[in-house]
Nanobody
C-alpha cells in the first residue's frame, strides 16, 4: 500500500507562484513514477506532470510546459510541483499520483495510487 498526502495549495493571484508537495509512504517499488493530475469543476481529471524515480526523465502536459516544474526527493519520499506564472485556468484540485511502472503509463492515466487532492485557486 502507498499513501499520498498533498499540501501547499491555496489562493494566489494570476502571475503568482505556488509549490505543491506530496509526501509518500509505503512500498518504494510502487512509487517508481510519481505525478500530478488536476480536476477543474465540471471537467475531467487531466494529467499535469510526472517524474521517474531517477529524476532524469520528466513529462509535462503542453498547457503547463515552461511554467511548472516537477521534482522529487527520494530520501524524503516527497514529490514537488513548482507552479509559476499561474493563470486562472490553472484553478483546480491537484492530485498526487503514483505508479509502479513507466512514465508512459502514468501519462496515459494508469495510476495505482491517488492522494486526496489540494485546492489551487488562481484569481484574475
Amino acid at each position: 500500500q502507498v499513501q499520498l498526502v498533498e499540501s501547499g495549495g491555496g489562493l494566489v493571484q494570476a502571475g503568482g507562484s505556488l509549490r505543491l508537495s506530496c509526501a509518500a509512504s509505503g512500498r518504494p517499488l510502487s512509487m517508481n513514477v510519481m505525478g500530478w493530475f488536476r480536476q477543474a469543476p465540471g471537467k475531467e481529471r487531466e494529467f499535469v506532470a510526472a517524474i521517474a524515480r531517477s529524476s532524469v526523465s520528466t513529462v509535462y502536459a503542453d498547457s503547463v510546459k515552461g511554467r511548472f516544474t516537477i521534482s522529487r526527493d527520494n530520501a524524503k519520499n516527497t514529490v514537488y510541483l513548482q507552479m509559476n506564472s499561474l493563470k486562472p485556468e490553472d484553478t483546480a484540485v491537484y492530485f498526487c499520483a503514483a505508479n509502479g511502472g513507466l512514465l508512459s503509463a502514468i501519462r496515459a492515466g494508469r495510476v495505482d495510487y491517488w492522494g486526496q487532492g489540494t485546492q489551487v485557486t488562481v484569481s484574475a
